[in-house]
């Protein structure tokens, strides 16, 4: 044996023996992840350590949106989405293997023109189905290799051995997340419920004697000659309004008011909302900045209910935030800021708010009645907000961290 070959056998052995070494590991450290983030940086580091890319994208499936999205901001070229029903999805669950496109110019061509800037911004070469159960439920977008030479027959089959292992894994991840939200939203609803019976209880029995107090406070004060005295009755009156404001609330809460629905225009909803609290966030120095849909929104709602819940959450904002914050309200338009996301079944509204944040153990709390982070708080505004949007069929969730403010995300079905 020459040296030559000698040394090529030498170098293809260490390959073979890294490339082991790198599968050994991976195949471990999918035990270790249950959190889907964590897994497909996992996933990325790995293949990083086995191909010559400085860039690697995975698309999931997002199944409740019938689209293949990105993690976020991982993009460099913006925010977007491929559909389920887009031609590169199609010709992957027909052929069932990986798409090579310097060697396939013809099924570059019959992708549609968003598909293809899309692949030619990232400079795409290789497309690689995650396929479980005869199943697409993502791929992996691999740029130029940036030593310039070609994908090798021995990485793919290791792309192809790795891949398929991290596909159940996102799976599993997958299946794990989706039913702590169920569980989670079975144990909200179901706590709720139970409060909700209890408060229309508590309120029906306190209503009939706080009238009575109330009427006999009215009386009495007709006979009060002493100012002093009088003023303590008013100041005895406000405080049973008070207390009657929060039983309707209680009554609000256990039994909302039927939806006088209707179609109405969400940026407008919202812009009349915005104006309801233009005062209150002047006075704090709160700056409010609105990014809505160009075009009109259609939503089948209440638009009384829905502009209550806005108030609530604006004024939550303003008060949780020190002179000279802001609030960012986005209305996602998917299908005007994505090339590929068409036919969206609902409409996103997020409000931002540079505040002080909530406290992760007070997060699982937040919708509970009566219960507030503020002092002179009732604890109802969110509960009730919750139950309106629910009967609206959406959905509405926090994120927060102490220190960097509140993210209050709210769902909502577009009208068709």
């Keep these: ?81 491929f559909l389920t029903t887009c031609k590169l999805a199609f010709w992957l669950n027909i052929n069932e293997t990986y798409l090579d496109l310097k060697d396939n110019k013809e099924v570059f061509y019959f992708l549609t023109p968003p598909e293809q800037e899309i692949l030619s911004s990232l400079k795409i070469e290789i497309v690689y189905p995650m396929r479980v159960m005869n199943q697409t439920k993502g791929f992996v977008l691999l740029p130029g290799k940036w030593d310039k030479t070609s994908y090798n027959q021995d990485e793919i089959e290791l792309l192809s051995n790795l891949l398929d292992q991290a596909s159940f894994a996102l799976e599993n991840a997958s299946l794990i997340r989706q039913q702590k939200e169920r569980l989670k939203k079975m144990y909200r ?27 006999t406070i009215q009386y009495l004060k007709k006979d009060i000659e002493d100012s002093d005295k009088k003023e303590m009755a008013n100041g005895l009156i406000e405080e049973v309004d008070r207390i009657n404001d929060i039983i309707q609330g209680l009554l609000s809460f256990a039994k909302p008011s039927s939806l006088q629905l209707e179609n109405v225009d969400l940026n407008t909803l ?30 089948y ?64 709390k937040i919708f509970d009645p009566f219960f507030t982070t503020k002092q002179d708080g009732t604890g109802l505004g969110l509960s009730i907000s919750y139950s309106i949007i629910n009967c609206h069929g959406g959905d509405i969730n926090i994120e927060s961290t102490p220190g960097n403010g509140t993210s209050v995300i709210i769902k909502l079905p577009i009208t068709n």
Aim: with cysteine; proline share 2%; hydrophobic share 40%.
């Design 189 to 215: 609803a179901d706590r709720l419920a139970m409060m909700g019976q209890l408060a229309a209880g508590a309120a029906h029995e306190i209503r009939n004697p706080l009238t009575s107090i109330r009427s």
């Design 1 to 81: 044996m020459n040296i030559f070959n000698y040394r090529k056998k030498r170098k293809q052995k260490e390959r073979s023996d890294s490339f082991k070494q790198v599968m050994s590991e991976f195949n471990r450290s999918l035990s270790l992840f249950v959190d889907k983030e964590q897994l497909r940086a996992n996933i990325i580091s790995k293949l990083k350590k086995i191909i010559s890319v400085e860039d690697i994208y995975i698309f999931l499936l997002n199944a409740e949106q019938n689209k293949f999205v990105a993690e976020k901001d991982t993009l460099p070229i913006g925010n977007f989405s």
């Design 301 to 364: 709602a209440d638009p009384g209910q829905l502009k209550q819940v806005f108030l609530n959450i604006l004024m939550n904002a303003i008060q949780a935030i020190d002179n000279g914050g802001e609030i960012n309200i986005d209305v996602d338009s998917r299908a005007s800021s994505n090339l590929l996301s068409v036919g969206n079944a609902e409409q996103t509204i997020t409000f931002r708010d540079n505040g002080k944040g909530i406290p992760r153990e007070s997060l699982e």
């Design 270 to 299: 919202l812009d009349q909302s915005v104006r309801f609290i233009t005062n209150t966030a002047s006075k704090k120095q709160v700056k409010v900045n609105c990014k809505f849909a160009a075009e009109e929104v259609k939503i």
